[in-house]
């Protein structure tokens, strides 16, 4: 598959760049995909909710009336789940969400991310570029010329350039990323790749290991 690469003003060069396809022209596996996404999303969770149970509770622990003979149900102290103020049964706990993934199924699920982007033209090759200064209206430009504005992009970067990056943060629907950092759920999350040409090098790099 080749796509032609684009200019900053969004005008079509002469050049072309062929992407390779075992890495945007498998055939894509849903479930792959399905298990990075979650590990993507468990990872992000901070687990630090909490609740309060019976044992943490400060109130007396004598129990409020006595067993039998009262007509009514049994009851224990006033910390008990069943009474108002009293402590939370089987409530959430701090816990860790993480869990493991095999390399080889998150390179999988990334492939099959690009190619279902190849599959639905969504792929911009842009021509390397760079910033002189931080400037979030340049980036603005960019993505009017690309006629891609109103849509969720992700700007694919060989390596880390900051100004490019600064530029981009305050824009709600924009995000960066380095090759190197491409995962499964930004991808599918954004509506345009914009891959600069150097960053398809990178690409294949990393997916040939």
């Known amino acids: ?33 399905y298990l990075d996404v979650k590990q993507h999303l468990a990872n992000k969770r901070q687990g630090t909710h909490s609740s309060r149970p019976r044992s943490m509770m400060s109130g007396s622990t004598r129990k409020l009336k006595r067993q039998k003979g009262t007509g009514g149900a049994r009851s224990g102290d006033i910390n008990s789940p069943v009474f108002v103020g009293g402590g939370r049964a089987f409530g959430p706990q701090p816990r860790v969400y993480n869990f493991k993934l095999n390399k080889k199924v998150k ?72 090759a190197a950092s491409l995962n499964t759920y930004d991808i599918l999350n954004a509506g345009n790749l914009l891959i600069v040409e150097s960053s398809v090098q990178k690409i294949n790099e990393m997916f040939k290991k």
């Open 1 to 33: 598959m080749e796509l032609v690469v684009h200019k900053f003003d969004g005008s079509e060069t002469t050049r072309k760049v062929a992407l390779d396809d075992s890495i945007f022209g498998i055939e894509p596996n849903d479930h792959a995909i």
């Open 107 to 178: 390179q999988l699920a990334r492939i099959s991310a690009l190619t279902y982007k190849a599959k639905q033209n969504q792929i911009v090759i842009l021509e390397d570029f760079t910033f002189d200064e931080i400037k979030t209206k340049r980036y603005q430009e960019l993505l009017a010329n690309l006629k891609v504005s109103d849509q969720k992009t992700l700007m694919v970067l060989p390596q880390t350039d900051p100004k490019i990056y600064m530029s981009s943060r305050n824009i709600q629907k924009a995000k960066v990323l380095t």
